[in-house]
Nanobody
């Protein structure tokens, strides 16, 4: 069982930056791939980024690559999402998730077993 505490969301102006954190409990954190997803009002949950258990390999949804950076610190049981050049359309609730997910499935939210509670990111224009 893995549980998460997310933090770092908030209100930021367009062009600004935020760093989201997702701290996990449990001793097997490094066994899991980690993903960030987001859900805006009235929209489906969508993939943002993912990182494998070692932290050496990362994946991004096309439109976020270059602005967002996912990383993890297995010693701290924490995964991060650094978001730069934020746009109003990035406004959403952001969720971290963990699972034993194959690389070709990382964008599929149904493949993840454990989810954080979500943190709100609001980008004003």
């Amino acid at each position: 069982q893995v549980q998460f505490v997310e933090s770092g969301g908030g209100l930021v102006q367009a062009g600004g930056s935020l760093r989201l954190s997702c701290a996990a409990s449990g001793r097997t954190f490094s066994n899991y791939a980690m993903g960030w997803f987001r859900q805006a009002p009235g929209k489906e949950r969508e993939f943002v980024a993912a990182i494998d258990g070692s932290g050496r390999n990362t994946w991004y949804a096309g439109s976020r690559k270059g602005r967002f950076t996912i990383s993890r610190d297995n010693a701290k049981n924490t995964v991060y999402l650094r978001m730069n050049s934020l746009k109003p359309e990035d406004t959403a609730v952001y969720y971290c998730a963990a699972g034993s997910v194959l690389p070709h499935e990382l964008g599929n939210s149904r493949r993840y077993d454990y989810w954080g509670q979500g943190t709100q990111v609001t980008v004003s224009s």
